[in-house]
């Protein structure tokens, strides 16, 4: 979404999660059924690919980003003009920077979701929190063709 650009023209879902693993399955869970909401139909290759860039960052945001008592947040934002949906995850640990490794250890199962995030997502970065608070954003962007518009309200 642009500067210029009117927040009543793209869908956005906003919602905390408990930095645990079930709080990384419920916004996996929370995604798949917005998306579908938007006209992102399941089981579509642009749903597929949003919700494993979700499941990928929260899953993250948990692991790597996890400060007790805090929980961290998730931002999706579809635009129907571009057929882009935006993934934001906020955490409060801003010293833990995401860094792909490549290639991933050969030994065990983990360092692969950042390299997935790079493939599957169309841009992807980290900036500092937006609150100016501890912590950061992991963000990514993905084309999903079928964005519907959100309806007016008068």
Known sequence: MTATQSPLTVHRFA???SSTPRGARLARRM???RLDAWGVPYSSDAHDVVTLV???L???AVRHGHVAGRDFHLLLTGDAA????????TDTRGERLPVPQSPPPADGEEGRG?????????????????SGG??????A????????SPPLIP
Not at 115 to 127: H, P
Not at 141 to 148: H, K
Request: proline residues 8%; charged residues 20%; aromatic residues 8%.
């Open 15 to 17: 919602m905390r999660f």
């Open 54 to 56: 979700v499941a990928e």
């Open 134 to 139: 501890p912590g950061k954003t992991v963000w």
């Open 141 to 148: 962007e993905c084309a999903a063709p079928g964005l519907i």
């Open 58 to 60: 929260c899953s993250n």
């Open 82 to 89: 571009t057929g882009t949906v935006r993934v934001e995850v």
């Open 31 to 33: 995604c798949r059924f």
């Open 114 to 130: 950042l390299l997935l995030v790079a493939a599957l997502a169309d841009r992807w970065g980290c900036c500092p929190r937006p």
